[in-house]
């Protein structure tokens, strides 16, 4: 009978059963004193009376007996008719120990449930019987069966983010989470399923998809209030393209009041020459650094620039999400003061970007070259007019981030001077190009 084996109903059973037992004693007890009053009284103040007395406590005597042996008189009666004794049996197995059996047993049986199907309810419905065993010891290693179960679940709603937004460093990293799960079949399909999320990620997400976009055309748009940026589509554009930002120089800001920013770099983009290998979205920002330090340069390490650099990585967030770039292929470059933003962003963000191009700009005195290792970085400066403090600065960033095992390359234009050094962009039939857009981050 499924009942038997709830523990709910056994519980019930066996605090009436606790109660029966008591009455069946307490009751022949009130008889027994009862029959000996009757019989003091009778001998003490009317005999004529003993014998009415005797055959009362007769029946009485008889009752109690009745009510002391009821257990087994129903037993006996089941019996010699056939009848069904499953209620008696499962009154009999009403016994702590009974109940503790059956509780460890359905625990259990939860437990090994939420093993297989690695399903969240049952998860939950297994943690909170856990709870109701005795055994501490019991408790506490079914409780780390469990968050071996809850880690696994956890790593399964990962692997299935990763059909949209899939990265080898997350595949990668997954890979490795995956062994540390305690089940060998369960291990095996995590990697099943991570295999799956790949494939449909190759095969549904990443094929590219044009844009709806004006091809060859600067568009003027309005990130923020201050932060206005200029983007060149090119013919064809697709998602799952590399974008690369390039960040102007303190005189520039006026361009983007023109009706087509005097940027070589961006004629140099627009006029389609820095896409003879591969097509990428380009994207020029507006930031505006006005605040001085102690010494009254413009830099990156003011408030101002603080908060221009956080406005420039909600921006790449925002182009990120807006065309679906490739988030492997984020390549930052900038000349002079943009230059100097561009060892910022780096050292800020220095998982986002999959290379750098600093010209003629400078890393902070007290930079963090760790923070440069995992982007693969290529820094200009030249030797002419306006350049001295250049060729200090970027050598000296070039030696810590070398030092700290980084993957640098440092070129010194000869004789260019301070604004020579745009030419970078084109130098060598734009290589540089051929450059970035052959990184991808680590």
Same mark, same amino acid.
């Given at each position: 009978m499924e009942y038997c084996t709830n523990t709910f109903v056994l519980q019930i059973l066996y605090i009436l059963k606790i109660l029966f037992?008591?009455?069946r004693i307490i009751i022949p007890l009130i008889l027994i004193v009862l029959i000996s009053i009757d019989f003091f009284e009778a001998i003490t103040n009317d005999k004529d009376e003993l014998s009415n007395v005797i055959n009362k406590s007769i029946k009485r005597f008889i009752a109690?007996?009745?009510i002391f042996l009821m257990p087994i008189i129903i037993y006996a009666i089941f019996n010699l008719f056939g009848q069904d004794k499953g209620i008696l049996l499962c009154i009999n197995n009403a016994t702590p120990e009974t109940i503790e059996q059956y509780t460890n047993d359905k625990v259990y049986k939860l437990v090994e449930n939420a093993k297989k199907t690695y399903n969240e309810s049952d998860y939950s419905a297994a943690l909170n019987s856990i709870y109701r065993l005795k055994s501490e010891t019991e408790k506490t290693k079914l409780i780390n069966e469990l968050g071996n179960v809850k880690y696994?679940?956890?790593?399964?709603?990962?692997?299935?983010?990763? *059909?949209?937004?899939y990265t080898d460093e997350k595949y990668a990293d997954l890979l490795k989470k995956i062994n540390n799960v305690l089940h060998e079949e369960k291990r095996q399909e995590l990697v099943m399923t991570l295999e799956s999320s790949k494939k449909y990620y190759e095969e549904n997400v990443s094929k590219e998809k044009p844009l709806t976009l004006d091809v060859g055309t600067f568009e003027r748009s309005d990130f923020d209030s201050e932060m206005r940026y200029i983007e060149v589509i090119p013919e064809g554009a697709t998602t799952n393209m590399a974008l690369v930002l390039y960040l102007h120089g303190i005189w520039s800001y006026a361009s983007f009041s023109e009706n087509a920013p005097d940027y070589y770099i961006t004629n140099y983009v627009e006029n389609g020459s820095a896409y003879k290998d591969e097509k990428f979205i380009f994207v020029v920002p507006r930031f505006v650094l006005s605040e001085g330090n102690d010494k009254g340069l413009v830099t990156w390490q003011t408030n101002q620039g603080?908060?221009?650099?956080? *406005?420039?990585?909600?921006?790449?967030?925002?182009?990120?999400?807006?065309?679906?770039?490739?988030?492997?292929?984020?390549i930052i470059t900038g000349v002079?003061?943009?230059g100097d933003g561009t060892w910022n962003m780096v050292e800020s963000y220095p998982n986002l970007f999959a290379a750098a191009v600093p010209i003629s700009g400078c890393a902070g005195s007290d930079m963090n070259a760790s923070n440069y290792a995992k982007t693969a970085i290529y820094a200009f400066h030249g030797t002419g007019y306006n350049e001295?403090?250049?060729?200090?600065?970027?050598?000296?960033a070039y030696d810590k981030i070398k030092g700290a095992g980084g993957n640098i390359k440092l070129e010194v234009k000869s004789g260019y001077s301070h604004g020579d050094m745009q030419k970078v962009y084109s130098d060598n039939n734009g290589e540089i190009f051929r450059w970035m857009l052959s990184q991808r981050k680590n």
């Open positions: 037992n008591a009455i109690a007996i009745i696994a679940y956890d790593l399964k709603n990962e692997i299935n983010k990763l *059909k949209t937004e603080k908060e221009q650099t956080k *406005k420039l990585k909600k921006l790449i967030d925002f182009l990120t999400n807006k065309y679906g770039t490739d988030i492997n292929r984020i002079s003061l943009g001295d403090a250049y060729k200090q600065c970027v050598p000296a």
